[in-house]
């Protein structure tokens, strides 16, 4: 059974910084791409970033660029988001997930607030 484990959220003043981990267990995501998705109270799951197998390929969603760096520890099966120069608007709880989604993956996702 895959197993996706969020963690590093908390509660951080506008500026801040934030470091997420995704623990994954049960298999390894050889070969396949991963992303971070974010869900605020109110709005639908939305695409935050993702990364490819080799780290090679990267994508950010325009809200974040430039603020988000997703990056991945195969040998670890993690990966992780550092989120830097957090904004309110970043509030929500964020999940990972392979990339595109698999419904039976998602995990309880970590909980994000950013204080103005």
């Known amino acids: 059974q895959v197993q996706l484990d969020e963690s590093g959220g908390g509660l951080v003043q506008a500026g801040g910084s934030l470091r997420l981990s995704c623990a994954a267990s049960?298999?390894?995501?050889?070969?396949?791409?991963m992303g971070w998705f974010r869900q605020a109270p109110g709005k639908e799951r939305e695409l935050v970033a993702s990364?490819?197998?080799?780290?090679?390929?990267?994508y950010y969603a325009n809200s974040v660029k430039g603020r988000f760096t997703i990056s991945r520890d195969n040998a670890k099966n993690t990966v992780y988001l550092q989120m830097n120069s957090l904004k309110p608007e970043d509030t929500a709880v964020y999940y990972c997930?392979?990339?595109?989604?698999?419904?039976?993956?998602w995990g309880q996702g970590t909980q994000v607030t950013v204080s103005s």
């Open positions: 049960g298999r390894t995501f050889s070969g396949v791409t």
């Open positions: 990364i490819s197998w080799g780290g090679g390929s990267t």
């Open positions: 997930n392979t990339h595109p989604f698999r419904n039976d993956y």
